[in-house]
């Protein structure tokens, strides 16, 4: 009989039920090796393996297999579901009095509990990264988005081996775990297929990852990874990434749970919604129509109303001021209503969508029996509402980092197609204050709970018997990591992958679920964001408005910001600042901030803004600084803006090698950037053409009139950059073969960002069009054998135009040196 190697395991059940008085019960025991039994360390992580002799005999008839090792997790341990929606505010969800009907929250609420008085650090990237390690941002050297990182410790955007993530704990303690949506955690010039991969989600604890690397992502048109592979969405005119991950999260679960029934599985699922781009499907929209006619002055009062009610704020709280800036609803124009109105309309569209989306997943757990023994936290917002979208509102996101400002009139043109693919939108601040009623400030703003007061739901209906309470300890976001491991029954570890680890800051909440009286144990936590900066500690607040989210810069300097305090214990909204009556407390706690600054590596405090964005500036490693060229070759898409050489604001070349048949050849060559800003070398109908995209409002094309000929050729682009300040316009040649075909003004350009997601194509324009005169793909029919990219010796981009020079000041400086 010949049996090959991989049939051995068949033959050997076949001939088990071939012996005398075998059945299949004995058959299936005769191979399954013994379980493991002895108590394991799990301080170390990963746990050792035994290590077990030689073998010294010679046929495995005579000799009995050591015991199989096996690493489960403890008896007892339940499922974890992390849900966390993106930029939305205390107030705004129908689950804490908000007027955005979330009915997946809500029910969760209504069976579980509501939690008044849980917080964030102000910002996306450093609640992820405290979320998912237990320990303060700045701990995770994430104390700003990855996006903005420098040289000193606690802001570098790379998180050390010596933070293992919530994720690799629970992994190597016999934990299924995936993540979907948003990861906003990988330093930026990682974001290449050159890595290191080390901090990827699936190298940071997650078996399974399917979502988007960035701060946001085109809802209609996301660059998404599966694992570490960048993968093609869908050509479907009804897809959206809120449905497609949601698809991913119940396909994984129900994998999951069929194949390893009794193997807990952790789930982190982050959805882009409800960040910028506010992109929802228009039937949604239309639920919402006149919901908002009334204006944002009047939706803060009715939320403090509902807030009231449900419990969720005391009785007797007050509505806190709006900030100056933010005009009243009465003093606005028509124009600016009708806009506005239909502005939140869409966002609130967008927040029930996704909550609907949530419950599907939620239906999905319920179906495979496993509800009763899920630990969800529903976390309704990673800080804030965003104010990012200033007094107007945005028709195109990508003005706001290219500062270029967009009035009504601008937005107003766009009003039927808010929301839908042919916009990349945000609402106007007064929403996002709106939304963090019954507070002042927003995102971005640490030093005010309308910046970090989060509402959460808890829902375990096997470990939390209370149905519809209100939990009124006080608690942030590195405390779910710790209420994992104390709920899993696992030790906090000592080691993991053989690096010692900093302890966790966090505080487990989990002594609240069945006291709603407990005394808080979360006594103290500072906040930092971009300047901003407060202290808590035993009811207490003190801080600073060092800068708000529409300001670009700095109210004072850091010695001289203006600090207020506040008792929180009769004071929820922080109306009464008594930093004049109580000097004597602010010191104490200006003091306590600095001892846990230096505890936390939160100094230098770093409050530039714009300028962190230029690597070299802050010291941010860079894969093309010192070059002056690159040359990449067809089939490499999605190269991120931190990944390619600048072109911005400088004299540049491109040179493309093509060969094209006798029938000709279409499509793109090169492009940066899609149809919210960038630019395309391609060919229509075989006729090179250069068209520059500037922020989605106006396009310029330079074009040659003959087609290519057969055969090869070579093409070049010459951008020769007027100087004399940022966003400046140019000149562009194109050549073939040397020869000069074509000419043209580009009076404009993009100063400081193509897009944070639309990358850089070679052979195609994968995402969103950089020009609507061809569709997504667009890939060359011909064959490219590289494109080189060259930039010329640059003239001085001096800063030059008052206004500019006024408005942003260093920023603009910075962004130009």
Request: charged content about 20%; proline content about 6%; some cysteine.
């Amino acid at each position: 009989m010949n049996i090959s190697i991989c049939n051995l395991g068949n033959f050997l059940i076949i001939l088990a039920f071939a012996l005398p008085g075998a059945s299949p019960l004995a058959a299936q025991s005769a191979l399954a090796p013994a379980q493991v039994v002895t108590p394991m360390d799990r301080t170390v992580l990963p746990i050792p393996e035994p290590q077990y002799p030689h073998s010294t005999v010679m046929d495995a008839r005579n000799a009995s297999p050591p015991p199989r090792f096996e690493v489960r997790a403890p008896t007892g341990s339940p499922n974890v579901l992390i849900v966390l929606i993106d930029d939305m505010g205390f107030g705004q969800s129908s689950a804490f009095g908000g007027p955005i009907h979330m009915p997946t929250v809500e029910s969760l609420a209504n069976a579980g509990l509501r939690y008044n008085q849980f917080h964030t650090t102000a910002l996306c990237s450093p609640t992820r990264a405290a979320l998912l390690s237990g320990r303060n941002h700045h701990m995770n050297n994430m104390g700003s988005i990855t996006e903005t990182a420098t040289a000193f410790p606690g802001q570098t955007g790379q998180r050390p081996n010596s933070v293992a993530p919530l994720a690799e704990m629970l992994r190597l303690n016999g934990y299924s775990t995936a993540a979907f949506g948003k990861s906003h955690e990988t330093a930026a010039w990682e974001l290449s297929p050159s890595g290191p991969t080390d901090r990827w989600p699936t190298r940071s604890g997650f078996d399974k990852f399917y979502g988007f690397l960035g701060g946001e992502t085109n809802q209609w048109s996301p660059l998404i990874y599966d694992g570490l592979n960048q993968i093609e969405t869908p050509k479907d005119p009804n897809y959206h990434f809120m449905t497609d991950m949601t698809n991913q999260a119940v396909a994984w679960v129900r994998y999951q749970k069929s194949l390893t029934p009794d193997k807990p599985f952790f789930i982190y699922f982050a959805p882009g919604a409800t960040h910028a781009p506010h992109h929802v499907p228009k039937e949604w929209i239309a639920k919402y129509k006149g919901k908002f006619d009334q204006g944002w002055d009047k939706l803060r009062e009715e939320t403090l109303e509902r807030q009231k009610k449900l419990g969720v704020v005391p009785a007797d709280t007050k509505l806190a001021p709006k900030p100056e800036a933010i005009k009243d609803w009465s003093a606005l124009t028509a124009d600016e209503k009708k806009l506005f109105a239909r502005q939140m309309e869409v966002f609130a569209a967008f927040g029930e969508y996704a909550d609907t989306e949530v419950g599907r997943l939620i239906d999905a757990i319920k179906s495979v029996g496993q509800l009763d023994d899920t630990l969800i936290f529903y976390i309704v917002g990673d800080n804030g509402a965003s104010a990012e979208g200033g007094m107007a509102g945005l028709y195109n996101e990508s003005t706001y980092f290219n500062m270029v400002p967009e009035s009504v009139k601008d937005v107003l043109k766009h009003y039927n197609e808010l929301g839908s693919p042919k916009t990349y939108n945000h609402y106007a601040a007064g929403w996002a204050v709106a939304g963090a009623t019954p507070f002042t400030w927003t995102k971005q703003v640490a030093s005010n709970y309308g910046g970090t007061r989060n509402g959460m739901v808890v829902h375990w209906p096997k470990g939390v018997s209370a149905k519809g309470e209100v939990r009124s300890q006080w608690h942030h976001v590195i405390d779910i990591a710790p209420t994992v491991l104390e709920a899993a029954h696992l030790p906090e570890p000592k080691t993991v992958n053989g690096t010692m680890q900093e302890p966790i800051e966090g505080v487990s909440l989990l002594y609240t679920f069945a006291d709603a009286k407990a005394a808080d144990r979360h006594t103290t936590q500072y906040f930092e964001m971009f300047g901003n900066r407060a202290i808590y500690h035993d009811g207490w607040i003190a801080g600073t408005v060092h800068r708000a989210p529409w300001e670009y810069q700095p109210r004072a300097k850091l010695e001289d910001d203006k600090w207020e305090l506040y008792d929180t214990r009769g004071d929820f909204s922080l109306v009464n600042d008594l930093a004049t009556n109580k000097p004597e407390k602010l010191k104490e706690l200006q003091n306590l901030f600095m001892k846990e600054a230096v505890k936390y590596s939160v100094l230098p405090i770093d409050d530039r803004t714009a300028e962190r964005f230029n690597a070299g500036l802050v010291g941010r490693p860079d894969l093309m600084a010192g070059r002056a060229s690159l040359t990449v070759y067809q089939g490499m898409t999605g190269i991120s803006e931190n990944a390619f050489i600048n072109v911005k604001n400088r004299s540049h070349t491109i040179n493309a090698d093509v060969n094209v048949s006798k029938s000709g050849a279409n499509g793109v060559i090169l492009a940066q950037g899609g149809r919210f800003g960038g630019w395309s070398l391609y060919l229509k109908n075989g006729k090179p053409t250069y068209e520059y995209n500037f922020v989605g409002l106006r396009h310029y094309v330079v074009a040659a009139k003959q087609p290519l000929r057969a055969g090869k050729s070579s093409i070049r682009l010459d951008f020769d950059y007027d100087g004399g300040g940022l966003g400046k316009g140019g000149n562009a040649t194109l050549y073939v073969n040397d020869e000069k075909v074509a000419s043209g003004r580009v009076e404009e350009t993009q100063c400081c960002a193509f897009s944070l997601e639309d990358g850089v194509d070679v052979g195609a324009d994968k995402s969103t069009p950089v020009t609507e005169t061809y569709k997504s793909p667009a890939e060359f029919t011909g064959a490219i054998e590289k494109v080189t990219v060259e930039l010329k010796p640059g003239k001085k981009v001096e800063i030059d135009d008052a206004e500019k020079a006024r408005k942003y000041g260093a920023a603009a400086k910075a962004i130009a040196d």
